[in-house]
């Protein structure tokens, strides 16, 4: 769902407009329904169906949202091809083991949502995009680790802490996950992190690189300056056009007059 | 504290000049009681209340000026709003488990001097901020580790040689923090050993473009000569129009005296 | 191979374009075989031969390559002094313990193939080659590792779980390489992994910085302004010359007229 | 000793050219000796004699080169100020726990010599330090770690592992020095991996740069398309003045020639 639809599709770009809050809502409700299931351990079975009817419901939706944008397409085959990654992770949480794989579609439209609140201030949209992720594979990794034999993350404490060791690739190994969904969100937060350590030295760069550029704004006054005195010049140039057919008048006169008087 | 205050507020700018250097002397002797009391085991009693007295007066004195600021503020309400950082961490360490929360006010207002020292020498100012937060947070991490069960931070010694591993992000996991504490002094580090990798990354890169960037110098001294080039088309054009004129008025002479004769 | 012959080869350059597709082919027939050889522990004696006739008849090919390319060149001297460390990689695999060497020629051709598909995506193109060299890697420190007494990489999920963990420099220590062939694939990955950074890095600050060049289409357009100005000028010189010229001549024929009347 | 001596110093800067490739010698020299010391094991106790004659010699002489140059020095006082980090590591290996500090003087020459030798070369200036830098690590690390309690760093081979783990910044933590010396060697390592990640990141992101920066030379070319327009407009203007001296001469005619004839 995240990249902008381009302007070649007009309808799904008001669709999109239009449902933008509803998707954000319900990514959140989501996310709520989520974390309650992974952290009261002492959910009665009635709470567990409900929250797995608000679950799989949000999920519903999400799926519809794709269907209709694939109907409102001027050119349904490119759409599907252009927005391909979107069918994977909507599609493979059908599967039971891949469930997972639902968190990444409710995180790309919260960050997608919070890159749009934004604008500009990378240190907002930094923290923002790191407290999410953080979150989201804290949670995650609590699911995939706590009752595994041998697991080293076993309180959402513990999965905050892995988290941050993980993202900032510092990785002491004190609790590192063991199985294979665990790992695939530690792969996730090592992305993360690497993607993290490159915005944040490349804004500080743009940032030293920007107080470099303050000769640029030299140069732009420079060629203002040129602009001017060419247009000056230009002036007085049509300042001499003026004279010279005056001139020319005068000696038109002139030749008639000394001619055969 | 630290970000100047803009220039809309000038009774607060001026408050901040005069007690400038108070503050840093504040941290510095809040920082030495700290270190003291945190690395001195054989504290007696008495010193021990004596250590306690000057960092609870300190930080009496740091919310003191808080409240000043906010009383020499034109627009209250936005102040408060746009330092609620700093609010938020003055009042914080009242409860006695966040009391560390206490040394990121220090950390702040002693960083704020060596950027105002450093001016331009990206060098210094890396070296002094890492050995400032390093040696602080060796201090904080011994002192939440030092006692708990399982700690692997016991004497000043690992803690600093932990606080290099993990500002470095080389996390060997030989010692790590198990108190929340101590984790939250974790996450501080992992986040300056970040901002350090980026600093260190973008000082070299603009080092690197600014010397691509000679030939802007190329541009403008270009621009110089064409700028000069115009300027003495001007001066030909204006003795152009000089000459003209000269024209015109003989041929008015001319027109006069060709006339009735 | 990979470094493009310069245009002082144009036999070896024709020669390249030729058995381009052919070397890829027979990379990716080699990686299937080496894959296979390390991954099916259950081989019958005979496949086990037919696979590694596979992986030194692609070897001896490659070799071959190499030859025909020497025969080619103009100047073979150069050709061998430029292209050492392709003869260094190519030999040192005759040595049984060095034979993981060979991969280092794979993983080279294809992501070569990989850089020319996927010309100014760089996205895909990390992607890509990450996905090529842990893979590489993985099938590499398995073999390596698989039966070394104390060895912590022992299945095939291991060692991709042991390559994501070194490639983003995070480093857990739940799983490393004991043996010199797994440290030498470790050394290789955390190469890969710092250039990783650097690539992310760059990218996302070459970015950042494309959107502060803005500025100069801003001195692009004034130019073409200053430079359209300048040529009206000169138009209107070539008419204030024509006008000139027309004066001039005008008072040749007065001069002819006024004189002997 | 490093950085070059400013122009004001000319006494120095010869000294300096006639001494540097000796003391590229005597830096080689230690390092064969201190290399010898530490990996040969089975010394005879003449032999470690001879070996410590030629350490503390070639430390003699890196001492006395640092004398000539206060000698030689127009502003003593200036030299020993701007120098005084070489001082301080000069001085501080005459305690007996610091003399692995003499390897900092040696490395840095060594990495002068490197730097000078691959002008532009970021690859080759890259690879060449981080294997010196690895090298001479590995050696005091397996110095200072090899007998003492608890060491997992007994083997050279251990500790080019360990080195290349901590440089790279991974960090298993399956080996980790135990000991003070150690842990310098460790905290410099780290340091050194840090500066490297800069150097590759920013190597790349200067690359990338460059690329973009292909608009300034369009910039170039337009200005100097302008410029050769407003010379030719030039060029114009003065034919325009010929042309107009001209008129003024036959009108100074005419009118002489139609006044009182």
């Known amino acids: 769902m995240p990249p902008p639809v381009p302007v070649a599709e007009p309808r799904i ?3 999109d407009r ?3 809050w509803w998707l954000t809502g319900l990514a959140v409700l989501f996310l709520v329904a989520y974390a309650w299931q992974v952290l009261d351990t002492s959910l009665t079975p009635a709470a567990r169906v409900v929250l797995e009817v608000v679950l799989t419901g949000t999920w519903v939706l999400f799926a ?3 269907l209709v944008r694939i109907a409102l397409a001027r050119h349904r085959w490119r759409f599907v091809r252009t927005h391909l990654l979107d069918l994977v ?5 059908m599967f039971r083991q891949l469930r997972a794989l639902r968190l990444i579609t409710v ?3 919260l960050n997608r949502q919070l890159r749009d609140d934004a604008r500009g201030r990378v240190v907002f949209y930094v923290v923002g995009s790191v407290a999410l992720i953080g979150f989201v594979a804290s949670l995650a990794v609590l699911e995939a680790e706590r009752y595994a034999p041998d697991s080293s993350i076993t309180t959402f404490g513990d999965a905050v802490w892995w988290t941050m060791t993980t993202i900032s690739t510092v990785g002491y190994g004190d609790r590192y996950p063991v199985t294979p969904e665990g790992r695939l969100v530690a792969v996730s937060l090592m992305v993360s992190g690497i993607a993290l350590l490159g915005v944040v030295t490349a804004s500080i760069a743009s940032w030293f690189v920007e107080n470099l550029r303050r000769s640029d704004a030299v140069v732009e006054r420079e060629l203002d300056e040129v602009s001017a005195d060419v247009n ?3 002036l007085q140039l049509a300042a001499v056009l003026v004279e010279l057919r005056a001139i020319n008048d005068r000696l038109d006169a002139l030749e008639r007059s000394s001619r055969p008087s």
């Open 13 to 15: 770009a008001a669709w």
């Open 18 to 20: 239009r449902v933008d």
């Open 64 to 66: 519809l949202d794709y």
């Open 89 to 93: 992770i909507l599609a493979l949480p």
């Open 107 to 109: 995180v790309s439209v």
């Open 232 to 234: 000056r010049a230009e």
